[in-house]
């Protein structure tokens, strides 16, 4: 785990979903919001990571119907 926290690994997979664009997950936190979020909270977000604490949101599900 302390791995995958490295600032390294961090600050590389916050630059990739920069580069998506993709729409607000179901937060509505914007990805343009995402950088100065994580900068005000990363120590906690590391903190219950390692710990094993860290309670993630649901996530949206969505139907993908067959053809």
């Known amino acids: 785990m302390e791995k ?3 600032k390294g690994n961090m600050t590389q997979a916050l630059q990739g979903v920069e580069e998506n664009r993709e ?4 937060d509505g ?7 100065r979020y994580l900068v ?3 120590l906690l977000i590391k903190e219950q990571l390692l710990a094993g604490t860290y309670q993630p949101q649901l996530m949206r ?3 993908i119907p067959k053809i």
């Open 23 to 26: 729409a607000p997950g179901i």
């Open 61 to 63: 599900q969505v139907e």
């Open 40 to 42: 005000a909270n990363w």
């Open 4 to 6: 995958v926290v490295a």
């Open 29 to 35: 936190m914007p990805v343009k919001a995402l950088r």
